[in-house]
């Protein structure tokens, strides 16, 4: 062969070679490395962390110390099969280095090498099988470090797929779609819900970026939520309106709805909330005042807000409590018996007991509920906000991380927990969507940094007295947005986090339990012996509504029996925003050290048929509130608990809360009520405080004890 033609086809299959290389994964391949577990060799500094070049974010990198060999690795949670990698250098890349794979992030076996890398953007084809990846570096291209925008890993996994139809029971509206369809759709579906107290029916109302002129009448179990990235990407220029029309004018049973990551500019300048427990009002922008009561100001026992922004007067009237948490409001017209502001900007000062309000400058830890969004391709992402810390205002835009949707199994009614827990093996998170899924094995959420998010507020079911699910002692997992309803046979836990004895630390990437409620009796008989144990340590609980049922179906003394509302057994754990209420027991046990509790709402059982059936030894009655005995450190702020012994109104309870005195076993601002006289709650805390009674319902406070 000629020495000329010899070259042209040395260089031609080079050429061929690199572009084989070079090759990008098959487009039906995943992305299974976003939002996964990141670690590194070393980091250059605490702003350039592992994690930050698997966070979907081009604006974010991960380097290294200045010093060669350097590696990074992400976990991907199963074994996958490995088609491609992306990695996106910065200025800083290696000119050698190798893609590796392992089962078990200790063997390690090459799936890519190279000594002559150029930097920039290299997409490679890949072939292998394993849980880890990880990019080594042995050769740098600069003084610095080694430095990845991101690195991508594609492949595919043995277990459900990740991504899909959100499915018929959540309605997306774009500002395409005529303004009359959409206020079609809206009327329909209150219709169905205004009154649907107990019903089967579940719906998530979801509005991508853009601009809407409608009126959003909210009804039993319909969330309402923009798709925007931040809430002012989302405009309803009408309302976002809770009225209390279909129970005359009474809000006390207005449950079980949210509006979350939108804003609203209200025809006449107010927007109407009028609800009560189990409903959030999340990251809205108000540009104008808030309402929180309904028409003609009738009664109403609410209610949650947090991380918004309320440019008018939030005015609550005839609101018996309520909590706000890390928000901005232009101000506060009232206080019943309970208000409670913790973080929030333009918050009333303290002042409890007169008027009742309990104010706390900063929430000290907080994390945000994750929510689904659209990015600007289109493609639906799940946001993670960052754990911070002695927080004040709205936490928008935000620091965090997206996770795309193909990342998460979007589960459907119909799913088995057998199906659901084969997608958590395979390393996905879960997204429910609206419905009521039966479950007649506990689900296992072991992975670290799982997300488990339903929408619509998706509701899990157990058959057969099973645990609907557990959460192991790990890392960052994130439960958000479920309703737990108890089946007929008694479940022992509706929800567990942590197993029992669970002693890891968790203060750098905490679990979190956010909007997620429990109910025992109301649509059917239910049995649940507690509805929440915590037993993890440094554990986030923001906003619970657990609700033993006063009316509905399956109601009475030995009909739906339950407990306990919550135990806490971990250390170092905080509650923002616990509502639990009927239970036959203490409705609160808190076990471990150094908790914190900012707003605490109770009503004590209306139902023990006398006082012999409701005694805790030879102690009339059980507290709302327990510490336990062996705890030396704890304090909590805003706690209110109220009597109604409706069956028999000469029972008494003992006390409203109960606590080891010591110094460091704080409350403040306490209050206890019998309402309408329907029995007695004999002292506030201990034995401080006189008798609640009398059918004045007029609280009885302490500002502080001991």
Not at 401 to 409: G, N, Q
Not at 518 to 525: L, P, Y
Request: charged share 15%.
């Amino acid at each position: 062969m000629h020495p000329r033609r010899r070259l042209v086809v040395a260089a031609l299959a080079a050429l061929i070679a690199s572009l084989a290389v070079a090759a990008p994964a098959r487009a039906a391949d995943p992305l299974l490395s976003q939002g996964r577990p990141a670690t590194a060799s070393s980091t250059e500094n605490a702003g350039t962390p592992a994690s930050a070049a698997v966070d979907g974010d081009p604006g974010t990198r991960w380097s290294s110390a200045f010093s060669d060999p350097q590696w990074l690795q992400v976990d991907l949670g199963t074994t996958a099969s490995i088609t491609g990698v992306t990695l996106r250098w910065e200025t800083a890349y290696a000119t050698a280095f190798r893609v590796q794979v392992s089962p078990d992030a200790a063997t390690w076996t090459d799936l890519y090498s190279t000594t002559t890398g150029t930097g920039g953007t290299q997409t490679l084809a890949v072939s292998g099988t394993g849980r880890y990846v990880r990019v080594h570096g042995t050769a740098r291209a600069t003084g610095w470090g080694y430095s990845l925008w991101e690195f991508q890993v594609y492949g595919t996994t043995s277990g459900p797929p990740g991504g899909g139809d959100l499915g018929p029971n959540v309605h997306v509206f774009d500002p395409s779609m005529p303004a009359a369809s959409i206020q079609s759709t809206l009327d329909s579906i209150f219709a169905q819900q205004e009154s649907n107290q107990f019903g089967d029916q579940r719906h998530a109302l979801l509005f991508k970026p853009g601009s809407y002129n409608v009126n959003a009448n909210i009804g039993f179990y319909t969330s309402i939520a923009g798709l925007g990235r931040n809430p002012d990407d989302v405009t309803i220029n009408g309302s976002v309106r809770v009225d209390a029309g279909w129970f005359g004018g009474n809000a006390t049973q207005n449950f079980w709805r949210s509006a979350e990551n939108l804003s609203i500019t209200p025809s006449g300048g107010t927007n109407q909330w009028a609800v009560s427990q189990a409903a959030p009002f999340r990251r809205i922008h108000v540009r104008g005042n808030l309402n929180l009561a309904p028409t003609g100001y009738g009664w109403a026992s609410g209610g949650y807000i947090a991380d918004s922004r309320i440019d008018g007067t939030v005015q609550p009237y005839s609101q018996q409590q309520w909590f706000t948490r890390d928000s901005q409001i232009g101000g506060w017209l009232n206080g019943v018996w309970n208000m409670v502001f913790s973080g929030v900007a333009g918050a009333p000062a303290q002042s409890f007991p007169e008027p009742p309000y309990t104010t706390l400058d900063t929430s000290p830890v907080t994390r945000e509920k994750p929510f689904l969004y659209v990015d600007s391709a289109g493609a639906y992402q799940v946001f993670l906000p960052a754990l911070r810390q002695n927080t004040r205002g709205v936490n928008w835009p935000g620091t965090g991380t997206s996770v795309p949707l193909s990342r998460f199994y979007v589960a459907r009614p119909a799913d088995s927990a057998a199906t659901i827990n084969a997608a958590l093996a395979s390393g996905l998170n879960l997204l429910f969507t609206p419905g009521v899924y039966h479950v007649g094995q506990t689900i296992n959420v072991n992975r670290p940094g799982t997300v488990v998010l339903g929408l619509g507020y998706a509701t899990i079911v157990p058959d057969n007295g099973v645990v609907p699910m557990r959460v192991a002692d790990v890392d960052g997992v994130r439960v958000a947005g479920l309703l737990f309803d108890a089946g007929a046979v008694n479940s022992p836990i509706l929800l567990e986090v942590g197993p029992s004895g669970a002693a890891a630390g968790h203060a750098a990437d905490p679990i979190s339990v956010q909007d997620v409620f429990f109910r025992v009796g109301g649509a059917h008989a239910g049995k649940a012996t507690t509805s929440l144990v915590v037993n993890s340590d440094h554990t986030i609980i923001d906003h619970i509504w657990a609700w033993r049922g006063d009316h509905g179906s399956g109601i009475g003394w030995t009909v739906n029996t339950a407990d306990t509302g919550l135990i806490v057994n971990g250390d170092d754990v905080t509650a923002y925003g616990l509502f639990v209420e009927h239970y036959q027991k203490y409705q609160v046990v808190w076990n471990g050290q150094r908790g914190r509790t900012v707003f605490f709402q109770n009503e004590m059982p209306y139902d023990p048929p006398n006082q012999a059936a409701w005694m805790n030894g030879s102690t009339r009655g059980y507290a709302a509130y327990k510490v336990g005995d062996a705890v030396t450190a704890h304090e909590a702020w805003g706690l209110g608990a109220y009597c109604y012994f409706n069956v028999d109104p000469t029972i008494v309870a003992e006390r409203g809360f109960e606590a080891p005195t010591r110094a460091g076993v704080r409350f403040h601002d306490l209050l206890t009520v019998s309402l309408g006289g329907n029995g007695t709650i004999a002292h506030v805390i201990n034995s401080t405080g006189g008798p609640a009674q009398g059918t004045a319902t007029v609280p009885v406070k302490i500002v502080s004890y001991p």
